[in-house]
């Protein structure tokens, strides 16, 4: 499951003439289920997107609070075009999850995001619908989410490929591949980790 | 190298009051520079963005035409925030290249648009300034490419991932792990192939 995350200063979706929803200040999600995804993909994006430091805190300082902790708004929009892969220059969706399986399993990520937060804070699109998508992109800051369930997920892949470095290296001592996963991801954090770099002054660096 | 790539009907970006660009339809790009980022990874985004085939044709076939081919427009904006790696719910900006670095990268990969295009047609924002990035997605269409020569590169990881399973297929008297990951990509095609998939109804699916 991918998601891209935009910081709005307000963003609305209309469908012809009608407008069917606006937010003001929050997030704008875009969302790609993909055919793998499962409930866990679900659980970890949702998280995320409303946990993720965004925000100032009252005293301007940058990525210190999350769309909930401002009261701010998430309008969350499908977006199959996410799940995609390029054959040349011809975009190919076959990795994206059929409609009739997606508009149900996003309806349930909708709820889980209102289960979670404040209801009448989360706003929806119009599934498969021709929409207009109005972002007002505040920075901009654009993130963007990746579940850690898919098998092409870039961090199960950063693993692999350090799993590969560090055999390669203690191949001469024969097969072995005790202590393989030790340290793998050491420059790259659990996504699911606790947070704690209050400290870490490259998070300051402003848009 | 990241972009973010958004279908538009229309886009502009403000500094303050100021209007500082705007375009009507074409596409509108969030680029995230990281460390590792060379001239490489500069070509083939440039490349991919303004090949891309993100619009209808002429009898209103999808997914037919680029942006060039279309005569529409780009409106590039500078976007540090796409080369995060989350602590936790904190962003962490470390494998961003630096904007004393990244800017003069950037404004080449600007030039190399207006060089392969049309320079009047290419848009720009401020870069380093506080954005207000209006984005009118039209669809949405929402695409987005990661340069294959990054380090943490999906596709570089997939490459090395095959060359590991063909190793372990052929350690037959090691502890052999072949059969675990066998396949587990199967359904990632590789995007670098050369296209030719006009006749792939997936890709004929509308937003």
Known sequence: ??????????????????QVSSIGRGICV???????DTQRDADYIVR???????????????????V???????????????????KGNKPDFHSAMPAELAQPFYNSILESMRSAYKPELIKDGKFGARMQVNIQNDGPVTVELTSPA???DPKQLLKLEKQQQRKE?????GPSESGR????????????????????VSSDREP
Chains 1, 2 share one sequence.
């Open 1 to 18: 499951m991918k998601a891209i995350i935009q910081r709005v200063t307000k963003a609305s979706v209309t469908v012809g003439e009608e």
């Open 30 to 36: 875009l969302l790609g289920i993909s055919v793998d």
């Open 48 to 66: 995320k997107i409303l946990n993720l430091r965004l925000f100032e805190d009252e005293n301007g300082r940058a990525w210190a609070k999350s």
């Open 68 to 86: 909930m902790e401002r009261d701010f708004e998430v309008l969350c929009v499908s977006q199959f075009t996410l799940q995609c892969i390029l």
């Open 150 to 152: 898919g098998p092409s």
């Open 169 to 173: 290296k203690t191949r001469s001592k």
């Open 181 to 200: 996963e030790k340290g793998s991801l050491r420059s790259r954090q659990d996504p699911s980790a606790s947070s704690g770099a209050e400290g870490d």
